[in-house]
Nanobody, 114 residues
Framework: QVQFVESGGGLVQPGGSLRLSCAASGSAFSINYMGWYRQAPGEQRELVARSTVGGNSIYLESVKGRFTISRDYAKNTVDLQMNNLKPEDTAVYYC????????WGQGTQVTVSS
C-alpha cells in the first residue's frame, strides 16, 4: 500500500510563491505517473498537475505557466513549485498517483490572501 505525506503549504499574498513537497512511501516505486490535486471549500477535488514519463508534464489550464511539477524518482518525492499565486488557488493540496489511488494523505493548506 502506498502512502503520501504533503508539506509546504501556508499563507501567502497574491503574487507570492510556495513550494509543496510530497513524500511517497510503500509501493510508490511502481507508480508511473504522479499528480498534485487540490480541493477548495465546497468544490470537488481537481487535478492540478501530473508528471509524465519522458514527456512534458500536464497542467490545469488555469495554472499553466505558474506551476511546475517535478519528481525525484530516487527519493520518491514529487514537488509542486507555485509562482504568481492567486486567491483562486486557495485550497487543500494533495499528491497521489495518476489515476489516483484511494490512499489520500491529509493534504497541505494553501491560502492566498492579502
Amino acid at each position: 500500500q502506498v502512502q503520501f505525506v504533503e508539506s509546504g503549504g501556508g499563507l501567502v499574498q497574491p503574487g507570492g510563491s510556495l513550494r509543496l513537497s510530497c513524500a511517497a512511501s510503500g509501493s510508490a516505486f511502481s507508480i508511473n505517473y504522479m499528480g498534485w490535486y487540490r480541493q477548495a471549500p465546497g468544490e470537488q477535488r481537481e487535478l492540478v498537475a501530473r508528471s509524465t514519463v519522458g514527456g512534458n508534464s500536464i497542467y490545469l489550464e488555469s495554472v499553466k505557466g505558474r506551476f511546475t511539477i517535478s519528481r525525484d524518482y530516487a527519493k520518491n518525492t514529487v514537488d509542486l513549485q507555485m509562482n504568481n499565486l492567486k486567491p483562486e488557488d486557495t485550497a487543500v493540496y494533495y499528491c497521489n498517483a495518476f489515476p489516483s489511488t484511494p490512499c489520500w494523505g491529509q493534504g497541505t493548506q494553501v491560502t492566498v490572501s492579502s
